[in-house]
């Protein structure tokens, strides 16, 4: 049997379909998308696919008709014509300075320039751009496909730099406008990135700029879903489970729990991260691969100047203003948490009334993979100063053995090595470095569960036992206990066969660490 070859370090559509690698079909989307606009713009997290898409619309719009041999796409174009195709990718465009970007910009010209024998048409970047497009419209007689991979990396790469963005963004705004006025010359417009900057000319001047980013007909334009990961994906799959013996069902659930779970509209499609997929499928193991290739440099740096609880993002009620809006000087993190992939949709909720309809969703982690590259992009951030490979050694020794007195002293000393400079002395504050540091670790933890009278702080599910953990600062262990009774938290954990324990633990102002603890097993 030929073994089956998975894109790991390409993403060219062509290597892909000439050196025989494993294809998720998307070309009757493309052939949607093109047919039905002219101005598209696209948002999806880094390591989506976008660059392969980008490469899968250079081809098509090239004409070459023999890559798309047996694809949904040759059913549908009947007239295959060679446009001339500019297609640009501002993806090296990190640790940038005014001089950089120029100098990007000017050899992606040059390089177009000697693609169609034009000379060079002066020194300013837009007035060039939109004067090699207009010769090469005139000199092939055919309207110009421009595709703009990655626009956003520059500005993405300056975030934290105001005065140095400011001037990146003057650049770039000089370079794209011309797109605007040149319509009659241009066939498809396509522009890519993770973010949107309402400031870029992109989306201040391009009104007839379409974002397809939330439409539910384009969910599915990049990311597998659940249909293309069973049936386009299936041999996979049965290889994955063979090597790891597993059942075909076992191994779509451990994928689902590890690499689903992202939703791009309000139709909540599944999306599994390609990236991973592809990644675990040719290792036959499963791994944090979307996490492990690189955390974006601007989340550590909003990290390190916002502050940020993880908890606070495991549930976020809102309407699609609040994380869909552009990101410029980022107070919230919500939009730009969604836009990079760290948040997606969960749930959708409509209703109407005689005069308007009312829109919500709840964002939340979209996976396994994600909610632990999240925790541990804070965690490395926020407590870098503090060890952890000891506490993440007793937490998984507790998770083999149920041995709570064991890892509470690991608890212990890693408090003992926590900076005082971090230490904010509140309760609150224990609560989320707890939640944070042991979702790092992977535990399936969950914060301020509801119930009909209260929140808990913490449940902790562990493979015997579930654990409703309560925390206080400077109060018994009593109170602790007497709050998750009167307040019914074990109800939130009742449908579990599980072993159920109230655990109360109680944190000293004066030692900065925890002071005692109390676990009590309910009985049902």
């Known amino acids: 049997m030929e073994t089956r070859r998975y894109p790991v370090d390409t993403q060219t559509f062509s290597t892909i379909r000439e050196g025989n690698y494993v294809y998720v079909d998307k070309t009757d989307l493309v052939y949607k998308m093109t047919h039905d606009y002219r101005y598209v713009f696209l948002s999806r997290p880094r390591r989506f696919g976008k660059s392969l898409l980008c490469s899968t619309l250079d081809e098509y719009f090239n004409g070459n008709k023999d890559l798309f041999k047996g694809l949904k796409i040759d059913g549908l174009e009947k007239d295959w014509t060679k446009y001339p195709v500019i297609n640009l990718s501002f993806a090296s465009a990190k640790d940038v300075s005014e001089d950089s970007i120029n100098e990007i910009i000017d050899a992606m010209l040059r390089s177009v320039e000697k693609q169609f024998e034009v000379e060079r048409q002066g020194n300013d970047c837009g007035v060039r751009f939109k004067n090699l497009i207009i010769i090469i419209f005139k000199i092939t007689g055919k309207n110009v496909v421009v595709i703009i991979d990655e626009y956003d990396a520059a500005m993405l790469d300056t975030i934290n730099n105001d005065e140095l963005q400011e001037r990146i963004r003057a650049i770039q705004n000089k370079f794209f406008s011309p797109l605007k006025d040149l319509g009659k010359y241009i066939r498809f417009v396509f522009i890519t990135g993770i973010t949107k900057f309402s400031q870029m000319s992109i989306f201040s001047t391009l009104n007839n700029l379409q974002d397809i980013s939330l439409m539910a007909d384009f969910e599915t334009i990049c990311g597998i879903s659940l249909d293309e990961f069973l049936s386009q994906l299936k041999d996979g799959i049965l290889d994955f489970a063979d090597a790891n013996g597993y059942t075909f069902d076992e191994t779509v659930r451990y994928f689902k729990a590890k690499y689903d779970g992202y939703h791009f509209s309000h139709k909540m499609q599944d999306v599994f991260n390609p990236f991973s997929v592809i990644k675990a499928l040719n290792e036959k193991m499963f791994s944090d691969f979307w996490f492990n290739s690189g955390t974006p440099t601007a989340l550590l740096k909003l990290i390190s100047k916002l502050d940020i609880k993880m908890e606070d993002y495991e549930g976020v009620d809102c309407d699609s203003s609040r994380f869909n809006k552009p990101v410029e000087k980022v107070t919230d993190l919500v939009p730009f948490l969604f836009q990079s992939g760290y948040l997606t949709i969960k749930d959708y909720k409509s209703f109407t009334d005689e005069d308007n309809v009312f829109q919500t ?164």
């Open 361 to 524: 969703f709840t964002l939340g982690y979209p996976n396994g993979e994600v909610r632990m590259a999240f925790a541990n992009s804070l965690y490395t951030e926020y407590y870098k100063a503090t060890e952890n490979i000891a506490l993440r050694n007793a937490f998984i020794d507790f998770k083999i053995n149920d041995d709570l007195k064991k890892f509470i002293e690991a608890l212990k000393k890693f408090f003992r090595r926590f900076p005082f400079s971090l230490n904010n002395m509140n309760e609150k504050h224990y609560h989320s470095i707890l939640y944070t540091v042991l979702t790092s670790f992977g535990a399936d933890i969950s914060a301020n569960q509801e119930t009909a009278l209260g929140k808990s702080d913490l449940i902790l599910r562990m493979p015997k036992t579930i654990y409703v953990i309560e925390l206080k600062y400077d109060r018994s262990t009593d109170s602790a206990l007497d709050q998750i009774d009167d307040r019914d938290y074990v109800s939130a954990v009742l449908d579990s066969t599980k072993r159920i324990v109230k655990l109360a633990i109680k944190f000293s102002s004066k030692d900065r660490n925890i002071e005692s603890y109390e676990a009590v097993e309910e009985t049902v």
